[in-house]
């Protein structure tokens, strides 16, 4: 399992973001403090409180494509565990 923290700042995003998630065949989630959603569904990512970064799960031995493209959307201060 994967987990880094990224920020979602706009609408393109979040529609970038998704659109990356569904196009992998393992589990992806997005968390807060309260709250865990499926990354691959637009409404449940806009649900959350964007204007704080939200930690991403990977749930899968091998998503170094995915981490990849995650870095577009990291928080200058945050690095990939």
């Given at each position: 399992?994967?987990?880094?923290?990224?920020?979602?700042?706009?609408?393109?995003?979040?529609r970038n973001f998704v659109n990356f998630?569904n196009q992998c065949d393992y589990d992806?989630?997005?968390?807060?403090?309260?709250?865990?959603?499926?990354?691959?569904?637009?409404?449940?990512?806009?649900?959350?409180?964007?204007?704080k970064p939200v930690t991403v799960e990977?749930?899968?031995?091998?998503?170094?494509?995915?981490?990849?493209?995650?870095?577009?959307?990291?928080?200058?201060?945050?690095?990939?565990?």
């Open positions: 399992m994967y987990t880094t923290k990224i920020m979602l700042s706009s609408i393109d995003d979040v998630a992806i989630n997005l968390t807060n403090e309260k709250y865990k959603i499926d990354a691959k569904s637009i409404m449940g990512v806009f649900s959350l409180d964007l204007s990977i749930d899968a031995d091998h998503a170094d494509t995915f981490m990849e493209k995650l870095k577009a959307f990291q928080p200058a201060s945050e690095e990939n565990k």
